[in-house]
């Protein structure tokens, strides 16, 4: 079965054929590109389309690669001890299984998503080749090795905070989800409310598109931030002519505070307004 | 046959490895593209190329490979930008569009490559030359059946050739476009962790040792958070020239203020005298003495000068050869105190390093720095933290 997109989530060519060959050749796959691309539902998608089960592994500044393979709970077995638990004979209750352990010990293929993995110090990524190599690692605690029974699909985001060491990008395939055109839009939009007006959402992208071309802006507004907004107008019951009126005196949409999400951003964008107004 | 594709993305200088290779031809074997050129661009595309930077570089790669069409020159030095400035764009009846005679595929090429010799001003609107909103088949934001399109977003007339020819990943390239994101990221080169301040932090693996050798009693041991510890001197030229790259240096500013714990930033004009400033509203009347910024930072800051170095031979090699004062030592004193003083030095500047060779006090600059001068470019300023880091 090939992942072709699902009823929540529009996938490109590009997409699909990276996650396919990843899938097939059983390599991890790095996602990259803007915020709010939609990087981070693509494992959350993909496991559901195929049926199989996700693990997920969120990455922080403090994450390290252990933690995603095992941890051996030393404070809790001390405090056993002290208490003079039976428990304490037995090392294995003290072993807390991570992400990939319990992805390596499903009894299906899986998905496991690593989210972020640019958020953790430069060295996290050179600490997992092997296991995403081999897709085994050695618990010491235990004397045993732990390996896949189904190599899962793994399917590691990026923000590009920093660079990733190029052992690293050799083991993976790679996309870059690039910001989506107008045609993909709409029907990303159109997937997210089916029954939205014609006319409200010509409209709408009319002003996003509009929005992401002003000179200047620190963060351009992207699809998630889009979607928002089209929620918001829908709560508000806005209608389409008050997005079209661009000579008149309302130059700034309703609500733009759903996409632009920096007060220099909106000063910026209110003095763009307030001189175009002054010009017609 | 893919040998000599994988040689030819090679000689492209692009970053590809035998393994890549292998794994191209383990999914061409699974059968998991048809006979399709476009499934197998987006295939080769997921498994060589592992950095959007490179997408635009593996798009000209691929188009050369498959078509056989030579490397242009034109590629390569980019039409000027001003060209392309979408000026107009002329609405054609559908009338008009059917006269417009449809080149073949070569011919377009042999005839883009003619016109870019001949071509030396900026065009719009017209039908044979490169320039905006006309119908000659180069350029872009026009109408012609089978265009190449040259820089600027897509019109919608949707007639361009290949995806790979769309060339949509240029702003990626990181030899071009800079940002305060980006500049972040080259910034990060320059970190150095270290514990300092007071202990706060649970120390795990030393309290279990400590607790081990304590005979099983609980035995507490704290640390000092980590810390980014390196400390930078940002010195910045401001006024006169510098003006065309204000917004270069403030994003790098901005960058550098939220990346550096320890910064300190100071204003001159041009070049570096015996007075500096930090506000550059007051400059005239909150003048601080160099000699006591020499005397307050430690040898263990980094400084960086940020300036495009572009003055007249004099400023530097002269007392008195300021613009705005009457200095008594030449500027090429002062710098040499301030590297006498932090020996982790560089120079970052905004004009672009092909043209550092025609002025000649850059080329003076240049060489009281060590050769130690960047372009403020991710990639220059990347090289600029990797000597500052060694």
Redesign the interface.
Same mark, same amino acid.
């Given at each position: 079965m090939k992942f072709e997109g699902t009823d929540t989530y529009v996938a490109t060519?590009?997409l699909t054929?990276?996650v396919?060959?990843?899938r097939?050749?059983q390599?991890p796959l790095?996602i %990259?590109g803007e915020p709010g691309t939609g990087k981070t539902l693509l494992a959350e998608e993909v496991a559901r389309a195929l049926n199989l089960p996700l693990f997920q592994w969120h990455i922080k500044s403090t994450t390290k690669a252990q933690q995603g393979l095992y941890e051996y709970d030393?404070?809790s077995r001390?405090r056993d001890?002290?208490l003079g638990d039976p428990r304490v004979e037995d090392i294995s209750h003290y072993i807390v299984h991570g992400v990939l352990w319990q992805a390596f010990e499903c009894e299906q293929p899986s998905v496991v998503l690593i989210d972020e993995i640019d958020k953790a110090d430069i060295e996290f990524p050179n600490d997992l080749l092997r296991e995403l190599d081999r897709m085994e690692f050695h618990c010491y605690e235990l004397h045993r090795t732990i390996t896949a029974k189904h190599r899962p699909l793994i399917i590691i985001t990026s923000n590009?905070? %920093?660079?990733l060491p190029?052992a690293f990008?050799?083991r993976?395939?790679?996309?870059?989800i690039?910001f989506p055109d107008r045609a993909t839009m709409q029907r990303i939009v159109g997937v997210h409310f089916p029954d939205l007006k014609h006319e409200l959402l010509k409209e709408a992208l009319e002003v996003f598109f509009e929005l992401r071309e002003v000179p200047g802006l620190?963060k351009k507004p992207s699809t998630s931030e889009l979607i928002d907004w089209l929620k918001l107008l829908l709560a508000e019951d806005i209608p389409p002519e008050a997005l079209r009126s661009k000579e008149a005196k309302a130059a700034i949409p309703p609500l733009h505070g759903a996409m632009l999400k920096n007060e220099q951003d909106v000063h910026l964008f209110e003095r763009l307004a307030f001189m175009a107004r002054r010009k017609s | 046959m893919l040998v000599d594709f994988f040689l030819h993305l090679k000689a492209r200088q692009l970053?590809v490895?035998t393994?890549?290779l292998l794994?191209l031809l383990?999914?061409l074997q699974?059968r998991?593209?048809s006979a399709s050129l476009?499934?197998f661009y987006?295939?080769a595309?997921?498994?060589l190329?592992?950095?959007?930077a490179h997408?635009d570089r593996f798009d000209r790669a691929f188009g050369e490979y498959f078509k056989g069409v030579e490397a242009l020159p034109g590629f390569e030095a980019l039409i000027p930008e001003e060209w392309l400035q979408l000026a107009a764009r002329r609405h054609l009846s559908e009338e008009d569009r059917l006269k417009l005679q449809k080149l073949g595929y070569e011919k377009l090429f042999e005839q883009f490559k003619q016109r870019l010799a001949e071509q030396k001003e900026r065009h719009a609107g017209g039908s044979k030359w490169i320039g905006t909103a006309g119908t000659s088949p180069y350029g872009h934001g026009g109408y012609h059946p089978e265009g190449i399109r040259l820089g600027g977003d897509s019109v919608g007339n949707r007639t361009a050739i290949k995806v790979w020819e769309q060339r949509?990943?240029r702003n990626?390239d990181d030899t071009v476009e800079l940002g305060?994101?980006n500049i972040?990221?080259a910034l990060?080169r320059l970190r150095r962790f270290a514990r300092q301040g007071a202990a706060t932090e649970l120390d795990?693996d030393g309290t279990?040792a400590g607790?081990a050798r304590n005979g099983?009693w609980?035995d507490l041991q704290l640390r000092p958070e980590r810390h980014n510890a390196v400390k930078v001197l940002l010195f910045l030229d401001i006024g006169g020239s510098m003006d065309d790259h204000i917004q270069a240096c403030e994003e790098l500013f901005s960058a550098a203020r939220s990346e550096f714990k320890h910064l300190e930033h100071f204003y001159f004009h041009n070049c570096v005298y015996e007075g500096v400033w930090k506000d550059n509203r007051r400059r005239h009347d909150e003048r601080l003495s160099t000699w006591d910024v020499i005397h307050t930072y430690g040898p263990d800051y980094k400084l960086v000068l940020v300036g495009d170095a572009s003055m007249s031979p004099y400023e530097v090699s002269h007392p008195g050869g300021s613009v705005e004062h009457w200095n008594e030592e030449a500027s090429a004193v002062w710098l040499q105190r301030l590297l006498g003083t932090w020996s982790k030095a560089v120079w970052l500047n905004p004009l672009p390093e092909g043209h550092w060779t025609y002025t000649p006090s850059i080329r003076m600059i240049r060489e009281l720095f060590g050769e130690r001068m960047f372009p403020l470019t991710p990639e220059g300023l990347e090289r600029a933290m990797r000597s500052l880091a060694k």
């Amino acid at each position: 079965m090939k992942f072709e997109g699902t009823d929540t989530y529009v996938a490109t060519a590009d997409l699909t054929m990276a996650v396919n060959a990843a899938r097939a050749l059983q390599r991890p796959l790095l996602i %990259k590109g803007e915020p709010g691309t939609g990087k981070t539902l693509l494992a959350e998608e993909v496991a559901r389309a195929l049926n199989l089960p996700l693990f997920q592994w969120h990455i922080k500044s403090t994450t390290k690669a252990q933690q995603g393979l095992y941890e051996y709970d030393a404070v809790s077995r001390l405090r056993d001890s002290q208490l003079g638990d039976p428990r304490v004979e037995d090392i294995s209750h003290y072993i807390v299984h991570g992400v990939l352990w319990q992805a390596f010990e499903c009894e299906q293929p899986s998905v496991v998503l690593i989210d972020e993995i640019d958020k953790a110090d430069i060295e996290f990524p050179n600490d997992l080749l092997r296991e995403l190599d081999r897709m085994e690692f050695h618990c010491y605690e235990l004397h045993r090795t732990i390996t896949a029974k189904h190599r899962p699909l793994i399917i590691i985001t990026s923000n590009n905070e %920093k660079e990733l060491p190029d052992a690293f990008l050799r083991r993976c395939f790679f996309h870059y989800i690039k910001f989506p055109d107008r045609a993909t839009m709409q029907r990303i939009v159109g997937v997210h409310f089916p029954d939205l007006k014609h006319e409200l959402l010509k409209e709408a992208l009319e002003v996003f598109f509009e929005l992401r071309e002003v000179p200047g802006l620190k963060k351009k507004p992207s699809t998630s931030e889009l979607i928002d907004w089209l929620k918001l107008l829908l709560a508000e019951d806005i209608p389409p002519e008050a997005l079209r009126s661009k000579e008149a005196k309302a130059a700034i949409p309703p609500l733009h505070g759903a996409m632009l999400k920096n007060e220099q951003d909106v000063h910026l964008f209110e003095r763009l307004a307030f001189m175009a107004r002054r010009k017609s | 046959m893919l040998v000599d594709f994988f040689l030819h993305l090679k000689a492209r200088q692009l970053p590809v490895s035998t393994n890549e290779l292998l794994a191209l031809l383990e999914a061409l074997q699974a059968r998991l593209v048809s006979a399709s050129l476009d499934d197998f661009y987006l295939l080769a595309r997921a498994i060589l190329v592992k950095d959007e930077a490179h997408y635009d570089r593996f798009d000209r790669a691929f188009g050369e490979y498959f078509k056989g069409v030579e490397a242009l020159p034109g590629f390569e030095a980019l039409i000027p930008e001003e060209w392309l400035q979408l000026a107009a764009r002329r609405h054609l009846s559908e009338e008009d569009r059917l006269k417009l005679q449809k080149l073949g595929y070569e011919k377009l090429f042999e005839q883009f490559k003619q016109r870019l010799a001949e071509q030396k001003e900026r065009h719009a609107g017209g039908s044979k030359w490169i320039g905006t909103a006309g119908t000659s088949p180069y350029g872009h934001g026009g109408y012609h059946p089978e265009g190449i399109r040259l820089g600027g977003d897509s019109v919608g007339n949707r007639t361009a050739i290949k995806v790979w020819e769309q060339r949509e990943f240029r702003n990626l390239d990181d030899t071009v476009e800079l940002g305060v994101r980006n500049i972040k990221v080259a910034l990060r080169r320059l970190r150095r962790f270290a514990r300092q301040g007071a202990a706060t932090e649970l120390d795990l693996d030393g309290t279990i040792a400590g607790t081990a050798r304590n005979g099983g009693w609980l035995d507490l041991q704290l640390r000092p958070e980590r810390h980014n510890a390196v400390k930078v001197l940002l010195f910045l030229d401001i006024g006169g020239s510098m003006d065309d790259h204000i917004q270069a240096c403030e994003e790098l500013f901005s960058a550098a203020r939220s990346e550096f714990k320890h910064l300190e930033h100071f204003y001159f004009h041009n070049c570096v005298y015996e007075g500096v400033w930090k506000d550059n509203r007051r400059r005239h009347d909150e003048r601080l003495s160099t000699w006591d910024v020499i005397h307050t930072y430690g040898p263990d800051y980094k400084l960086v000068l940020v300036g495009d170095a572009s003055m007249s031979p004099y400023e530097v090699s002269h007392p008195g050869g300021s613009v705005e004062h009457w200095n008594e030592e030449a500027s090429a004193v002062w710098l040499q105190r301030l590297l006498g003083t932090w020996s982790k030095a560089v120079w970052l500047n905004p004009l672009p390093e092909g043209h550092w060779t025609y002025t000649p006090s850059i080329r003076m600059i240049r060489e009281l720095f060590g050769e130690r001068m960047f372009p403020l470019t991710p990639e220059g300023l990347e090289r600029a933290m990797r000597s500052l880091a060694k």
